[in-house]
């Protein structure tokens, strides 16, 4: 279902955009529109570069805390996504890439992105007898299928030394 909605995005997202275009060309002339489509995109670059050392600032404080940096690490990953939807010229994508420039609208759609990411995860967790086994696709064996059954219990080397590894002793040339 993802799959066939990203499919359709790539399809419709263009064609809506070149509408788009044809049509604000159309009501405010052709130069007027490639200036705003050039003026959106150096914006955003400026806005971008600006914003990405503050994420890149807070993440390298979180992990300098012994926080994990998923909050940072997150908005870094959408303020790339806003930086390639203003590499790419529209007025839809560009009026998505500002929106995720605004820090609380870029929190709120990682904080709905996490939320339906975890969603996912639990949908593929199975809980038996109060643990919690993933359900991959495709069944994994166990490390010891392929070679029979796992028996537990303790063994020596006979073909070692029972001393254990005999260790060089470094010794330091004389001082003159």
Same mark, same amino acid.
């Given at each position: 279902?993802?799959?066939?909605?990203?499919?359709?995005?790539?399809?419709?997202?263009?064609? %809506?955009?070149? =509408? @788009? *275009?044809?049509?604000? $060309?159309?009501?405010?002339?052709?130069? /007027?529109?490639?200036? +705003? !489509?050039?003026?959106?995109?150096?914006?955003?670059?400026?806005?971008?570069?600006?914003?990405?050392?503050?994420?890149?600032?807070?993440?390298?404080?979180?992990?300098?805390?012994?926080?994990?940096?998923?909050?940072?690490?997150?908005?870094?990953?959408?303020?790339? %996504?806003?930086? =390639? @939807? *203003?590499?790419?010229? $529209?007025?839809?994508?560009?009026?998505? /890439?500002?929106?995720? +420039? !605004?820090?609380?609208?870029?929190?709120?759609?990682?904080?709905?992105?996490?939320?339906?990411?975890?969603?996912?995860?639990?949908?593929?967790?199975?809980?038996?007898?109060?643990?919690?086994?993933?359900?991959?696709?495709?069944?994994?064996?166990?490390?010891?299928?392929?070679?029979?059954?796992?028996?537990?219990?303790?063994?020596?080397?006979?073909?070692?030394?029972?001393?254990?590894?005999?260790?060089?002793?470094?010794?330091?040339?004389?001082?003159?």
């Amino acid at each position: 279902m993802l799959r066939l909605a990203v499919g359709l995005a790539f399809i419709v997202v263009p064609v %809506l955009e070149l =509408a @788009l *275009l044809i049509k604000t $060309g159309q009501v405010i002339g052709v130069w /007027a529109t490639v200036a +705003l !489509v050039v003026a959106t995109a150096l914006t955003g670059a400026i806005i971008i570069s600006r914003q990405s050392l503050a994420v890149l600032r807070r993440t390298l404080v979180a992990v300098s805390e012994g926080r994990p940096p998923v909050a940072p690490v997150l908005e870094g990953l959408f303020l790339l %996504l806003a930086g =390639a @939807l *203003l590499l790419t010229p $529209g007025l839809i994508t560009d009026a998505v /890439a500002l929106a995720l +420039l !605004v820090p609380p609208f870029r929190r709120a759609v990682a904080r709905a992105a996490v939320r339906w990411l975890l969603r996912r995860a639990r949908l593929r967790v199975k809980v038996c007898g109060g643990v919690a086994h993933s359900t991959p696709e495709t069944p994994r064996p166990s490390p010891g299928a392929a070679n029979g059954p796992i028996i537990e219990g303790e063994f020596e080397r006979l073909d070692e030394d029972p001393a254990g590894p005999r260790r060089r002793s470094r010794r330091t040339p004389p001082q003159p």
